[in-house]
């Protein structure tokens, strides 16, 4: 259950106030957006991994999932925060 103080809708508050970092920082997702990270592993397994690359693997491995069907890579995720900060703008 998200509340007020999850750092998640922290995350989304603050979207649109700052401009973020268009590229990984040595694989990492730039800090003021790391808990969407952990929001996008929640969406697609509450009670798994809390970071994408160990939880596509754990989704690949466990369920044998084709590529359609697991999380976003960490890569493929960060335009669409960047998109989403530049729409609230």
């Known amino acids: 259950m998200l509340n007020d103080d999850d750092q998640?809708?922290?995350c989304f508050k603050e979207l649109g106030k700052y401009p973020i970092p268009a590229e990984l920082d040595?694989?990492?997702?730039p800090a003021q957006v790391?808990?969407?990270e952990r929001f996008v592993c929640r969406v697609y397994n509450p009670k798994g991994?809390?970071?994408l690359p160990l939880l596509r693997w754990?989704?690949?491995r466990s369920k044998n999932l084709k590529?359609?069907?697991l999380p976003p890579?960490?890569?493929t995720l960060l335009p669409h925060i960047?998109?989403?900060n530049y729409i609230t703008i």
Do not use: H, V, W, Y
Request: glycine share 4%.
């Open 34 to 36: 790391k808990a969407l």
């Open 73 to 75: 890579t960490r890569a």
């Open 26 to 29: 040595s694989g990492e997702l």
């Open 82 to 84: 960047i998109r989403a």
């Open 58 to 60: 754990e989704l690949f």
């Open 8 to 10: 998640a809708i922290c």
């Open 67 to 69: 590529d359609e069907m």
């Open 49 to 51: 991994a809390t970071t």
